[in-house]
């Protein structure tokens, strides 16, 4: 069984930064696709960035140029450094795994929907 557990989310002022760890157990595949992504009540999830165990990266539009993914794969920890916050990036943030199979983009991995494996998320606040 795959776990992912999200931390380090909480409340920052507007310009301030955070990083996002998830701690990955369970994964059994040679080839990774793993990603983060954000939601909000009465909207629906929006991929923010993706990485593969190649450390090959990929950014929506929604975060480009103000965060980065990375990953220590002897710790199975996936991150998201964020910087430059305002409060249209509150929300609650969730990472996601899932085999890859020819490529890791973040629209690929949000097509896998519930065939991934999802955290329960970590809750971003930026006060204006």
């Known amino acids: 069984q795959v776990n992912l557990m999200e931390s380090g989310g909480g409340s920052v002022q507007a310009g301030g930064s955070l990083k996002l760890s998830c701690a990955i157990s369970?994964?059994?595949?040679?080839?990774?696709?793993m990603g983060w992504f954000r939601q909000v009540p009465g909207k629906g999830r929006e991929g923010v960035a993706s990485?593969?165990?190649?450390?090959?990266?990929d950014y929506a539009d929604s975060m480009k140029g103000r965060v980065t993914v990375s990953q220590d794969n002897a710790k199975n920890t996936l991150f998201l450094q964020m910087d430059s916050l305002n409060s249209d990036d509150t929300a609650m943030y969730y990472c996601?795994?899932?085999?890859?199979?020819?490529?890791?983009?973040?629209?690929?991995?949000?097509?896998?929907?519930?065939?991934?494996?999802w955290g329960q998320g970590t809750q971003v606040t930026v006060a204006s």
């Open positions: 369970g994964l059994t595949y040679d080839s990774v696709c």
């Open positions: 996601a795994a899932d085999f890859k199979l020819f490529r890791c983009t973040v629209e690929v991995l949000a097509k896998r929907g519930d065939f991934a494996s």
């Open positions: 990485i593969d165990t190649d450390g090959v990266t």
